[in-house]
């Protein structure tokens, strides 16, 4: 036989679980509806290959990294079919590195941004110019955290858009400055 005290005891417990699982999930979804903003820098050749990508999609320069994260995530996509399936697709056919360089292709553009990163060093807080020039803001709303977290990147935004701005540029810019040559 359960007692009255008990019972009140039990009750009182269950009404704040359920109320501190209400609370959480409301807490849940405010988080959600609300997208954090990450801080990234860019490298100097990162700023110019984005303002040619910029010129050549005519996006708003706030969407080329957007834009170059859902890339090198449709490319890594691409990449990890070809790998899974033991598939090997030619580069000059695909018009992307070759499926089994694409790790390695990774590997040297990451290289790459670390010693443009290194060289451009630190920017002074009261320079206002290159502040604005290579610091950059993403908001990662749910569809960038998404591609992010895919890619296994989410801590490595800046990382993510200068290798998807690669790609752009690569695909956008130097091919097209190969057309004349190939069309003869």
Avoid at 89 to 104: I, L, V
Avoid at 111 to 125: K, N, S, T, V, W
Avoid at 150 to 177: P, R
Wanted: aromatic fraction near 6%.
């Amino acid at each position: 036989m359960t007692s009255s005290s008990q019972t009140k005891s039990k009750g009182g417990n269950d009404f704040l679980v359920e109320d501190a699982i209400r609370e959480g999930s409301e807490e849940f979804k405010k988080q959600q509806s609300q997208p954090k903003t990450a801080t990234y820098r860019l490298t100097e050749n990162e700023v110019q290959n984005m303002a040619k990508v910029n010129e050549a999609l005519r996006l708003s320069i706030q969407d080329v990294p957007r834009r170059a994260i859902h890339y090198l995530s449709f490319v890594n996509n691409e990449m990890q079919k070809h790998l899974d399936s033991g598939q090997q697709t030619s580069a000059t056919e695909s018009h992307e590195p070759d499926s089994h360089d694409w790790e390695n292709w990774k590997t040297r553009k990451t290289e790459e941004y670390l010693r443009e990163l290194d060289a451009l060093g630190e920017i002074p807080q009261d320079d206002a110019i290159r502040q604005k020039r290579y610091n950059r803001n993403l908001e990662l709303d749910g569809e960038i955290l998404d591609k992010l977290n895919q890619l296994n990147m989410a801590d490595e935004i800046g990382k993510s858009v200068y290798l998807g701005v690669a790609l752009l540029y690569d695909q956008l810019v130097a091919k097209v400055a190969q057309f004349p040559d190939e069309l003869n």
